[in-house]
C-alpha cells in the first residue's frame, strides 16, 4: 500500500513537470516567427482533419461495441503461458520451464 503512494507522487512529480516546462517554453516562443513561416491554413481542409479524427473515434468505438463480452468462465488456461523466464510459449497449456 505504501508502494502504491510513492509510485503516485512519482508520476505526479513527473506529469508536473513536464507541464511546467510545457508552459515555460510556451512563454519564451517566438510566435511572430513561426506564423511568418507557416502558411495560412485552409479552414475547410482543418474542419475535414477533424472530422476524419472524429470519425476514426466513432469507428473504433463500434469495432469495440461489436466483440461481445464472454458469456461463461473460462474452464482452462489461457493458450499463451510464460516460463520461469517470462518468455512466451504459444500453444502451451500450463506454465511450466522449458527444457
Request: with cysteine.
Amino acid at each position: 500500500m505504501k508502494n502504491r503512494y510513492v509510485v503516485y507522487a512519482a508520476v505526479f512529480l513527473v506529469l508536473g513537470a513536464l507541464i511546467y516546462l510545457q508552459f515555460s517554453h510556451l512563454a519564451t516562443f517566438d510566435w511572430n516567427a513561426f506564423l511568418s513561416q507557416t502558411p495560412r491554413p485552409d479552414k475547410l481542409q482543418v474542419l475535414f482533419g477533424i472530422g476524419w479524427i472524429y470519425l476514426a473515434y466513432v469507428m473504433r468505438a463500434i469495432r469495440w461495441n461489436v466483440f461481445p463480452p464472454p458469456s461463461a468462465p473460462r474452464s482452462q488456461p489461457p493458450a499463451i503461458c510464460t516460463d520461469h523466464r517470462g518468455l512466451y510459449r504459444p500453444g502451451t497449456l500450463r506454465s511450466e520451464p522449458a527444457k
